[in-house]
């Protein structure tokens, strides 16, 4: 086990023994016997999950696309800006240049 702040981390093997011991506090044989209507009346009473609602019927995955080695020049503050993020921030500036092409190929 790992832990980062408040964040918990386990090993699928660890995950197992706990629940062999079992320490873990799910009761997987009545949620297995729960028909599709106690499952939604469930997630519908969920505060958590409030006003939540998902079309999953198209949802498709998104494999990660190998990424592209690029040297570019950017304004000094708007890369300060995006280091100031911390880490992640390559990753940051990828995601508002891929809502800008999406955007872009909506309006066709």
């Known amino acids: 086990m790992k832990k980062h702040g408040r964040i918990v981390r386990y090993t699928d093997e660890e995950l197992r023994a706990m629940q062999e011991r079992g320490e873990d506090?799910?009761?997987w044989a009545a949620a297995a016997a729960m028909t599709q209507e106690e499952i939604e009346a469930a997630i519908a009473g969920d505060?958590?999950?409030?006003?939540?609602?998902?079309?999953?019927?198209?949802?498709?995955p998104e494999l990660p696309q190998p990424k592209a080695v690029l040297n570019m020049r950017v304004d000094a503050d708007v890369l300060d800006f995006f280091r100031r993020q911390g880490k992640g921030y390559q990753t940051k500036i990828n995601a508002v240049l891929r809502s800008y092409v999406e955007e872009m190929r909506r309006r066709g």
């Open 47 to 60: 505060p958590d999950e409030a006003d939540l609602v998902f079309d999953w019927s198209k949802a498709t």
């Open 25 to 27: 506090l799910s009761d």
